[in-house]
């Protein structure tokens, strides 16, 4: 086919989208620090290609971090929306669709937000030469002083005053993210650092997504996850919550498959399986963050990859991208969103594994196009 912008390539299947880091949407885009930590200079941040290739080849955005809450609420009545308005701009500019990445999350959460004065609870220091220790759910729970009234109300807020700026601009928004625990797929708890459920109880996501319905009446609500389409158990918890969930009315119309996920697994028959298994349901699917990583596991060294396994890489996001083909034209599959642009500032550089450099996307670290680009440009 060839056309000449990625997106294009899928145009009538579904949306192509990235999420983009700050520095591609934020002309005024600056760190606080002079070097990176090893000691490096930091790039020039107007002028990398990421912009351009961002504007270019998506036509769905989202951003990576600064529509989280903890960027956007950052007191009772504190909103900043400096970012968000811009990843808006740029998006409206590019005559690109804007997701909304996310309302209800057990992380990047503000810590004000659970404590009944709203003081931001000082987290412990970190010091390079020790291990890292992180809290106990325990002395996190510790800290958890505010009422369930309270922090539903402070919830309420946030979703309403969003959805009051930006319900027309944003095609759909992740309502809840990860809220399965991988311990036994049921609801994470506190033990898996949830304290909105701590506090809150269950139904903080039948709430959530009532209150969503009323601020972004236009936008789809997702339900986001991870390893769905890698673990069968936890993509049946997630199914047993649905049915739930619409049992009782609760308007959640899209499944969020995160799909982090890697060059040997899942298999793609299993990517199908779970896209259908929703899709059964009466349930729209998106793809939210996909990448796949060169590397299986936490066990492997980093390495430099080779050109056989870029190839690899690219056949493997090629077989994907076909499954993806086929699940859209039954009607389920709606946008699939890539998590970063270039190799150079992938998550995945630092996670699960710091300071491991991965190479899971479609650009190379130069912003070159990878065997993968190619590939999915031509079929
Ligand atoms: C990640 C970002 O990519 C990082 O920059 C940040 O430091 C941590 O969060 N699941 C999600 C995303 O829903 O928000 C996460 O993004 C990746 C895992």
């Known amino acids: 086919m060839n056309k000449n912008f990625l997106f294009e390539n899928y145009k009538d299947d579904f949306r192509v989208g990235a999420a983009l880091a700050g520095f591609i949407y934020d002309d005024d885009f600056s760190l606080p620090w002079k070097k990176t930590p090893d000691g490096k200079d930091l790039p020039d941040f107007k002028n990398l290609p990421d912009k351009e290739i961002a504007s270019k080849h998506f036509n769905l955005i989202v951003a990576e971090n600064d529509t989280k809450m903890e960027h956007v609420y950052r007191g009772l009545n504190d909103f900043n929306f400096d970012r968000a308005d811009k990843l808006v701009k740029f998006g409206k500019k590019n005559g690109q669709d804007i997701r909304w990445h996310t309302l209800v999350w057990h992380s990047q959460s503000p810590d004000w937000i659970f404590d009944a004065d709203c003081k931001a609870q000082p987290r412990p220091k970190w010091d390079p030469n020790k291990p890292f220790v992180p809290p106990t759910p325990e002395e996190i729970a510790a800290k958890c002083t505010v009422s369930k009234e309270e922090l539903e109300r402070r919830l309420q807020n946030y979703i309403f005053t969003v959805g009051d700026r930006y319900k027309n601009d944003i095609c759909s928004v992740d309502v809840v993210n990860e809220c399965i625990s991988d311990k036994n797929f049921k609801l994470r708890t506190i033990e898996d650092y949830s304290r909105w459920s701590l506090i809150l109880g269950d139904d903080y996501i039948e709430k959530a997504f009532f209150w969503a319905k009323d601020a972004f009446p236009k936008s789809n609500l997702v339900i986001n996850d991870y390893n769905l389409e890698m673990i069968k158990g936890k993509r049946e918890g997630m199914r047993d919550l649905l049915e739930v969930l619409l049992r009782k009315g609760v308007p959640v119309d899209t499944v969020g498959l995160q799909m982090h996920i890697d060059i040997k697994n899942p298999p793609v028959a299993e990517i199908a399986e779970t896209i259908e298994m929703f899709g059964k349901m009466g349930l729209r699917v998106i793809v939210t963050e996909m990448e796949v990583s060169m590397y299986t596991s936490r066990e492997e060294a980093r390495r430099d990859f080779t050109a056989a396994e870029l190839e690899e890489q690219a056949e493997r996001y090629r077989s994907i991208f076909e499954c993806f083909r086929q699940e ?38 130069e912003g070159k196009k990878k065997p993968a680009f190619i590939q999915l440009s031509s079929f």
């Open 328 to 365: 859209a034209r039954r009607g389920i599959l709606q946008d699939v969103v890539l998590w970063g642009v270039t190799d150079r500032f992938s998550w995945k550089n630092n996670f699960p594994v710091p300071n491991r450099p991965d190479a899971p996307l479609l650009f190379d670290t």
